[in-house]
């Protein structure tokens, strides 16, 4: 069964420092999102993509954030200059259409 | 602003009781409702979408419904392996976001 995939699964970087967080869609997906969860807290929405570009983002995602679809298998999601409050699980999610998404299983950001 | 609220926030169970969960939600027009179990440390797992007041879904021991104002999520004779995070969400007409509630811990005991 397809799913999406999500690398690294566990990443540590010191405050400041620039992070790129990779996800691989299902493979006839055309919309994908990017949403955290900060332990103990709800599902955030991030930023969704559609047709190389954003087509909604949230107030969570500012000039430090930035996605990319670099070719036609990957998604990435970029935070510039990471902040202590950037620690969280980063779920990558794709739908066919803007309907049922399917999430990845998360890569844990943790910011020293 | 959509909103989605969840209840109970934790639920305890023995194996073979049923019960249901609730998740009541505030949006201009609704596009649909989904649910998604959550296991420790990984990402939601897609479970059903309802998109219309009186619609039900079922798989297995799980059976989704919905009205204008709360969609119920019934587990009839559950068993320890249901045991998870239940999240329900929504997404706004006119939106492909989806808005999290805090989700319902169940734990199922043997």
């Known amino acids: 069964e397809p799913e999406v995939t999500q690398t690294p699964s566990h990443q540590v970087t010191q405050m400041g420092q620039e992070v790129i967080l990779r996800c691989v869609p299902i493979?006839?997906?055309?919309?994908f999102y990017w949403y955290r969860q900060i332990l103990g807290q709800k599902v955030e929405f991030l930023v969704s993509?559609?047709?190389?570009?954003?087509?909604?983002k949230s107030e969570i995602f500012d000039d430090q954030f930035s996605v990319e679809r670099p070719d036609g298998s990957n998604f990435t999601l970029k935070i510039r200059s990471t902040k202590l409050e950037d620690s969280a699980m980063y779920f990558c999610?794709?739908?066919?259409?803007?309907?049922?998404?399917?999430f990845g299983p998360g890569t844990r950001l943790t910011v020293l | 602003e959509d909103q989605v609220t969840q209840s109970p926030e934790a639920l305890r169970l023995q194996e073979g009781e049923s019960s249901s969960l609730n998740c009541s939600y505030t949006v201009s027009g609704l596009r649909g409702l989904f649910w998604y179990r959550q296991d420790p440390g990984k990402g939601p797992e897609f479970l059903f979408t309802l998109y219309s007041a009186g619609e039900e879904k079922e798989k297995e021991r799980l059976k989704a419904t919905l009205t204008k104002k709360e969609s119920f999520l019934h587990i009839t004779a559950p068993k320890p392996e249901d045991s998870a995070t239940y999240l329900c969400?929504?997404?706004?007409?006119?939106?492909?976001?989806?808005?999290f509630g805090k989700g319902t811990m169940l734990l199922v005991s043997p």
């Open positions: 999610a794709s739908s066919e259409g803007d309907n049922e998404q399917f």
């Open positions: 993509f559609y047709n190389n570009e954003i087509s909604e």
């Open positions: 493979s006839n997906h055309l919309y």
């Open positions: 969400a929504v997404q706004d007409s006119g939106y492909s976001t989806l808005t």
